[in-house]
Structures are given as structure tokens and as C-alpha cells.
């Protein structure tokens, strides 16, 4: 078996071709990665704007008059603004342009009006409430970076430079197949004791969705080598990851990791020096790629993000699908094999770090996925690693 890094490697080396994108109306937009930087065709605000409601003012007049002119009004949107000349002030609102000659805008409840003249009873700075020119963004200036995955403030800014439509990264087509003659569907009544539930293929559609992708679910196919390499067949055809469970270890039914080289894929590699998922296997078909998974549940997660999360991610134009960060070990732990290990952890951050603990996670096979409720992360140990005390800083992968 290949260790972690190699794996990791190789996987980072694979051609996947240039960012497919698609030009959608921002409306569409939330939540889709970005194909394009989005660069500023202008300073905003192009002129000095009101960030109150006040009298537009000549700063120097605080101290030259006693009392200022009032010329008139200007509310936001006018056509036509005026200008200030020193001895007068104009009414002005938040988001008017400031009158020409003005460079100072004193709130109303900084002054006292007495028929037309405002008396300042409490004077303000050079240039305050004034928004000047580019204060939020320059011309030429980044905005948003290729890359970003779109969310409310992105889209804030992009219906403020008038942008209609944008380009985002295309969603690359996950097919989620279970394989096992076991697996019960949900919502299928069991007939005997011996089945269980097809839990994987829904926690694989959330993560491929939650990362962006488009999941399409195959179903299940039972132990039948010819129904596997027809399933196989066509959801290659028609999605650009096919992500498998069960099949991918040294029984007689594992009829997986012989029908995937029979489908005309390349194998990359087979079989990871990693606990969980150490049978996992990555092939490859033309552009079209193959990620045969363990069978079971935390094994198959697990795996997912470590093999199949990268492929997607790349597709879109992100560079790494999950943040692995630096944690402290509250408690000591034993590392239970010489394998790479990615343990399910509690992860918390107090008094400015992470913490890991493992209160409440259970010690046994690969199929516990309840241990990656509530605020879990995957901590990471190598194969070199041994015990670890409690105070160590571990890498997490940070769910």
C-alpha cells in the first residue's frame, strides 16, 4: 500500500482540464464558485457623498460665523445639486452628493435652527460624514477573487456594480452508486435481519452537494458483476466523478476492484496505508474519473473527503476543499495502528486556539458515523506518530 502523501500527491497530479464555467444571472448565483475576478470599472462613490443627515458646511465657517445661510435642500437622488459658498450652509440627506465648495457635513442634532440660519452647537472634524471618492473600491481594484464561493455579501456586491449575469465555476456531476447485495434502500421494508441500510449514498450526496457539485444517485446494485459494470457504464457516461461503496476489499463478493480495470479505467492506485479506508481506489477513464470507496459508513465518509472532495474541488477552481488546522490535545491519545489515522474529534476554540477532545466518541469498527455529529473535525495522525500526550498540537481537518 501507498502512504497518505503519495495518495495525496497523486491525486494533486491528475489532468483534470481546465474550469468549466457558465455565465448565470446573479440571481442563480448564491452559494456557485466564481470563475472570474470581479475588478471595479470605477471608484465608488465617484464623488464626496453625504453618510448623514446634516448641513453640507465649509469646515473653516465653524469658527468664521456665528450662525450659517441655509440655501436650500438636497436630498439624495437630486438632479441638480448646488454649491456652498463660505457663510451658508445647504440642507443635505444620507446618500446625496455633497454640494460643490462643501467639505464638511454637521449633523442635525449638532445645531440649533432659528428661522433660515443654523446656530452649530457642537462643532465636528475636517471632512465629517463625508464618504469620499472610492471609499468602498477603486478602479481596477479585485473585488471578489476566482474562487470564492458566492455568499450574501459577494452577492451585495455584485448587484452594486450592476452585474446581471456572472460566471461561475460549471458543477461537476457526482453519480453515487451502492454496491452490496445487503444494502436496503430507505424507505424499502426489511426483510430479514441481515440488511442494512444505504446510509452512504445520502451522507456522499450531501457532502458532494454541500462542496458543490451536482449529485446524481444511481441506486443500489446488488453483488452481480454484470449489473455493477452496467451501472458503472452508465453513470460514467453521463457524470464526470463516479463515487462507488462497498466492493473495494478481499472478499469474494468484492466484485469492484475487478470490474472498474474491465471498464477501460486506469487504476491510479489501490489501496492507502490509512485507517479508515485502506482498500479505497482512484481510476481513471478519459476525463471521467472513478473513486471506489469502503462499504462502511465513517470509512466511506471519511474517504470521501479525503479522495473524492479534492477532485471536485479542482473542477471548480478551489484549491482545497476542507481547512486543515492546528488543534491542542486536551487529553492524551493512543494511536491504534502504523497507519496514517483520521480520528473522529471534538473541536472547539477557547482563549484564542483549538482544542481537541474525544468525549462522547466511540472506540470500535469503521461504521460509527454517528461520531462525526456536532462540531466534529478529523484529526490527523501519521504513520510515523505514535502515542500522543495530552498539550500536543495535532493537524485537523476541519469539518
Known amino acids: 500500500m501507498i502512504s497518505y502523501e503519495t495518495s495525496q500527491n497523486m491525486i494533486s497530479l491528475l489532468g483534470l482540464g481546465d474550469v468549466r464555467s457558465e455565465r448565470i444571472f446573479l440571481t442563480q448565483a448564491l452559494g456557485r464558485i466564481l470563475a472570474e475576478d470581479i475588478v471595479a470599472d470605477g471608484d465608488y462613490p465617484s464623488h464626496p457623498t453625504s453618510a448623514m443627515d446634516g448641513y453640507a458646511i ?30 451658508a450652509c445647504i440642507k443635505t440627506f444620507t446618500g446625496s452628493l455633497m454640494p460643490k465648495g462643501a467639505d464638511t457635513l454637521i449633523p442635525i442634532e449638532n445645531v440649533r435652527v432659528e428661522g433660515s440660519v443654523i446656530i452649530i452647537e457642537k462643532p465636528v472634524s475636517n471632512g465629517f460624514a463625508v464618504r469620499p471618492v472610492g471609499e468602498s473600491y477603486r478602479e481596477g481594484e479585485v473585488l471578489i477573487a476566482k474562487g470564492t464561493k458566492l455568499g450574501f ?135 471521467k474519473f472513478i473513486v471506489s470507496l469502503p462499504g462502511f459508513a465513517y470509512s466511506s465518509t471519511v474517504t470521501f473527503i479525503l479522495y473524492a ?43 484564542g486556539r483549538y482544542w481537541v477532545d474525544f468525549e462522547g466518541k466511540k472506540t470500535g469498527s469503521s461504521a460509527i458515523l454517528t461520531n462525526l455529529l456536532g462540531n466534529a473535525g478529523l484529526m490527523i495522525c501519521g ?6 500526550e495530552a498539550g500536543t498540537l495535532v493537524r485537523v481537518i476541519k469539518l
Open 383 to 388: 504513520e510515523e506518530d505514535g502515542d500522543l
Open 153 to 287: 455579501a459577494q452577492i451585495g456586491v455584485l448587484a452594486g456594480i450592476n452585474r446581471v449575469m456572472v460566471s461561475v465555476a460549471q458543477r461537476p456531476r457526482v453519480a453515487i452508486i451502492a454496491t452490496g447485495s445487503e444494502i436496503l434502500d430507505i424507505g424499502e421494508v426489511a426483510r430479514h435481519a441481515g440488511q442494512i441500510r444505504s446510509s452512504n449514498s445520502y451522507t456522499l450526496q450531501a457532502l458532494a452537494d454541500q462542496l458543490g457539485a451536482e449529485s446524481v444517485q444511481m441506486g443500489i446494485v446488488g453483488d452481480d458483476k454484470a449489473a455493477i459494470m452496467e451501472r458503472f457504464e452508465e453513470a460514467i457516461h453521463s457524470c464526470d466523478i463516479v463515487v462507488s461503496t462497498g466492493g473495494v476489499s478481499v472478499g469474494d463478493y468484492d466484485f469492484v476492484k475487478h470490474i472498474v480495470p474491465k471498464l477501460g479505467a486506469e487504476v491510479i492506485f489501490k489501496g492507502v496505508n490509512i485507517k479508515p479506508g485502506q482498500h479505497v481506489m482512484v481510476a481513471q477513464r478519459g476525463s
Open 309 to 351: 472532495a479534492p477532485l471536485i474541488a479542482r473542477m471548480l477552481g478551489v484549491e482545497n476543499p476542507y481547512d486543515v488546522i492546528e488543534a491542542t490535545l486536551k487529553v492524551p491519545f493512543a494511536k491504534r495502528s502504523n497507519k496514517s489515522e483520521f480520528t473522529a474529534c471534538n473541536l472547539t476554540f477557547e482563549e
Open 58 to 87: 465649509l469646515h473653516s465657517d465653524q469658527e468664521a460665523y456665528e450662525s450659517l445661510e441655509i440655501l436650500g435642500d438636497n436630498p439624495a437622488g437630486a438632479d441638480e445639486v448646488g454649491g456652498v459658498m463660505s457663510g
